[in-house]
């Protein structure tokens, strides 16, 4: 560890390209979920001008062609060896117990605590290599201040979400006595490392204006720098001219998240049968990776449902479906899939939590209603109205084309992580 970190120290000036340091608890192929998609596209941008070394677990199973497509979002990579139990083992249940009995973190950041990892966090900070770390999602944070260390290295906390708000909102949907006082502790804990973690950073970045003001009212933090707004691959994802299939829904979200589950569970109870009755002939497509039995069970149920598992390329779907649909009750931070989508022209219609953060108008760019039956009639008057599919998907993709393209977003994060730097500069 010691050879690959050392470094002789040399006078740095104020612009110079940034040697950054990123914490990240995995490599980002497959870009499967919103985090990465965003991660990977700031990165790509970030490093054309700053030198980058990608810190990170290896989760066991990962695809050998991950350590090989690293190359293509940073410089230079370490991998610590990680393996997560797997959901409802033996071993998974035992952790979860040990957990709850015996510890002050959630089992969400609990699960990443890596002694190897923090140790070579340590040797990085001190090698004199790096101007900043950028410490990716809260997560890495439990092995960057592992033990009460205070690096030397000037720190940017990304915050993708507000993760106590998600658990907060676990607890207000859950049901049944055990489960609301178990996501109750879980949402306190949260609460408290979120808070600490934020405040031991030099700064701390959101993703949107609302998560922004979130952090400095709810930890009463001076270091928020501000938001980096969700952005798109404008040339990837294009306005789709191709027919779209009549009366066609489509999810999308990585399946094995808690909010995307739950959504999906309570838009197939409450709202699927509400646009079922008024369009018998209705289809709903959730694609995702990695869906959960609670969202198989759904295709199982009812064969108007389709759950596509891992998909290669979401545009097609995009393409085929008339409406999207974001029925979240619970989530917070990204939200770049309704960005994609809004990218390519299909209408969406959301909960205002699924759109939160969002710069977006009801009516213009997009249908927002929160109830089951509100939510069902926004879908069921965008299959009655084609001039207002096309109104929409027409304002929403010049929303996105003026204004989230992927390298104004990345000079917003450029510009903090230089305020970061110059900030425990001049303490």
């Known amino acids: 560890m010691s050879e690959f970190w050392a470094s002789s120290i040399k006078p740095r000036q104020p612009d110079d390209p940034l040697r950054i340091l990123w914490l990240k608890t995995g490599p980002l192929h497959p870009v499967d979920t919103g985090g990465k998609i965003r991660t990977f596209n700031m990165l790509r941008e970030l490093r ?17 062609s991950a350590r090989k497509d690293a190359h293509q979002y940073s410089d230079d990579q370490r991998w610590i060896p990680w393996r997560e139990a797997p959901k409802r083992s033996l071993r998974f249940v035992f952790q979860l117990g040990i957990n709850f009995a015996g510890s002050r973190l959630p089992y969400a950041i609990q699960k990443y605590l890596s002694r190897a ?30 033990g009460n260390y205070r690096p030397q290295t000037p720190v940017l906390l990304f915050q993708h979400n507000v993760e106590s708000l998600i658990w907060q909102r676990h607890y207000e949907t859950a049901q049944g006595g055990v489960r609301r006082s178990y996501m109750h502790g879980q949402w306190q804990r949260m609460r408290r490392f979120e808070a600490l973690a934020c405040s031991l950073a030099d700064k701390v970045c959101a993703v949107s ?66 646009v079922k009755q008024k369009f018998p002939d209705a289809t709903l497509t959730i694609v995702g990776r990695k869906p959960a039995p609670k969202v198989q069970e759904l295709a199982a149920r009812d064969a108007s449902i389709r759950v596509t598992g891992t998909v290669d390329d979401v545009r097609p779907h995009l393409a085929a479906g008339e409406v999207m649909v974001v029925p979240l009750r619970v989530g917070g931070g990204t939200r770049i899939k ?11 219609v959301s909960t205002r939590i699924g759109a ?67 900030a425990q500069r001049g303490a």
């Not at 054309?48 to 050998?64: M, Q």
């Not at 989508?341 to 299909?346: F, N, Q």
């Open 117 to 146: 990892w923090a140790a070579e966090i340590r040797h990085a900070d001190t090698s004199g290599k790096f101007d900043l770390i950028v410490c990716d999602f809260l997560t890495p944070a439990v092995n960057l201040y592992y």
């Open 338 to 348: 309704i960005f994609e989508a809004m990218a390519t022209g299909i209408p969406c």
């Open 356 to 422: 939160e953060g969002l710069p977006v108008n009801h009516g213009e760019h997009i249908a927002l209603a929160d109830t089951p039956a509100d939510f069902a009639n926004e879908i069921c008057a965008l299959f009655e109205n084609a001039d207002r599919r096309r109104a929409f998907g027409q304002n929403a993709r010049d929303l996105v084309e003026k204004n989230f393209g992927w390298p104004s977003i990345n000079a917003v994060f450029e510009r903090y992580c230089r305020e970061t730097v110059a």
């Open 48 to 64: 054309r001008k700053n030198p980058l070394t990608y810190l990170s677990l290896w989760p066991d199973g990962t695809p050998e």
């Open 209 to 274: 204006e609302e998560d922004a003001r979130l952090l400095r009212e709810n930890f009463s933090l001076t270091n928020v720098c501000g938001a980096v707004p969700t952005g798109v691959d404008l040339n990837f994802f294009q306005l789709s001219a191709a027919p779209r299939t009549p009366r066609s829904l489509v999810f999308l979200g990585s399946m094995d998240w808690m909010p995307n589950i739950d959504g999906c569970v309570w838009f197939a109870d409450e709202m699927w049968p509400l």
